[in-house]
T-cell receptor, first 111, second 109 residues
Framework: EAQVTQNPRYLITVTGKKLTVTCSQN?????MSWYRQDPGLGLRQIYY???????DKGDVPEGYKVSRKEKRNFPLILESPSPNQTSLYFCASSPHQHTQYFGPGTRLTVL | GEDVEQSLFLSVREGDSSVINCTYTDSSSTYLYWYKQEPGAGLQLLTYIFSNMDMKQDQRLTVLLNKKDKHLSLRIADTQTGDSAIYFCAESGNNDMRFGAGTRLTVKP
């Protein structure tokens, strides 16, 4: 089944403890992206990647890192999480910029 | 920065038409999208329209684009209770995408 998977789906952590949210797609898509969703703000793009080893900042990249070492994986890294990074995170992939397929979401709480 | 704006709530009766409106500011937007998000789920692409088009129809969905006014609308004909969800307008110009805050559509029986 063609899909985008994210792990974990739920995570509660403490300020400053490094964490990684994984994202994987099995559709051989070149384009992948991370978003955060907050009430009243919709989705805001954190980072995106046009292809392997190519990443670019979205609208809200501060406090996040990404890597794209292989086509199928696009992990989101929070080196030192803070409470304002408590949010619902979505990974998406696409064969091109359009028709993005979204993962199920990761709900992160930083205490 | 560039913005995408939409009203936060819309309530309609089952069987009526729903019209969700969106405005955007980026004049270089190439594609405009409508996504649907059901509770606890990710976003599902409903439809998209290229910026040189005025209208696109797909079954019960009609998208209208007024490029001059930077106004996009989504009309859902014969709205059903299963259409209750949050609808996001989005635009892309370069390689990034911007979303509106979402319109929560409530369909009353």
């Amino acid at each position: 089944e063609a899909q985008v998977t994210q792990n974990p789906r739920y995570l509660i952590t403490v300020t400053g403890k490094k964490l990684t949210v994984t994202c994987s797609q099995n559709m051989n898509h070149e384009y992948m992206s991370w978003y955060r969703q907050d009430p009243g703000l919709g989705l805001r793009q954190i980072y995106y990647s046009m292809n392997v080893e190519v990443t670019d900042k979205g609208d809200v990249p501060e406090g996040y890192k990404v890597s794209r070492k292989e086509k199928r994986n696009f992990p989101l890294i929070l080196e030192s999480p803070s409470p304002n990074q408590t949010s619902l995170y979505f990974c998406a992939s696409s064969p091109h910029q359009h028709t993005q397929y979204f993962g199920p979401g990761t709900r992160l709480t930083v205490l | 920065g560039e913005d995408v704006e939409q009203s936060l709530f819309l309530s309609v009766r089952e069987g009526d038409s729903s019209v969700i409106n969106c405005t955007y500011t980026d004049s270089s937007s190439t594609y405009l999208y409508w996504y649907k998000q059901e509770p606890g789920a990710g976003l599902q692409l409903l439809t998209y329209i290229f910026s040189n088009m005025d209208m696109k129809q797909d079954q019960r969905l009609t998208v209208l684009l007024n490029k001059k006014d930077k106004h996009l609308s989504l009309r859902i004909a014969d709205t059903q209770t299963g259409d209750s969800a949050i609808y996001f307008c989005a635009e892309s110009g370069n390689n990034d995408m911007r979303f509106g805050a979402g319109t929560r559509l409530t369909v009353k029986p």
